[in-house]
Nanobody
Framework: VQLQASGGGSVQPGGSLRLSCAAS????????IGWFRQAPGKEREGISC????????HYADSVKGRFTISRDNRKNTVYLQMNSLKPEDTAVYYC??????????????WGQGTQVTVSS
């Protein structure tokens, strides 16, 4: 199982980025895939998760209304559209398999991260 995140970069506050999580060696549509991030000095947090079958989506309060998770099963890819970015969104972003309870949590597989920097 391999997951590869891409699409990070530097953007000004209020800007947008779209992250991609591409899978190899397995079909993404059987799994719930999520996005996680880790800022310097902070714990990794789950910010979004999309279910494998029904495609239902979940968001952390910190990104709700600004970020949108989606999937394209034909391309075996999950996306995270990030709008209205804030400096506090600066972090390394990872994709991985996820679950949803009181929060969004990681369930086993990680991809390499991609850096997102929001600054003026």
């Amino acid at each position: 199982v391999q997951l590869q995140a891409s699409g990070g970069g530097s953007v000004q506050p209020g800007g947008s980025l779209r992250l991609s999580c591409a899978a190899s060696r397995f079909a993404l549509d059987y799994y719930a895939i999520g996005w996680f991030r880790q800022a310097p000095g902070k714990e990794r947090e789950g910010i979004s998760c999309i279910q494998g079958s029904a495609g239902s989506t979940h968001y952390a309060d910190s990104v709700k209304g600004r970020f949108t998770i989606s999937r394209d099963n034909r391309k075996n890819t999950v996306y995270l559209q990030m709008n209205s970015l804030k400096p506090e969104d600066t972090a390394v972003y990872y994709c991985g398999t996820c679950g949803v309870g009181d929060n969004i949590y990681h369930t086993g597989y990680w991809g390499q991260g991609t850096q997102v920097t929001v600054s003026s």
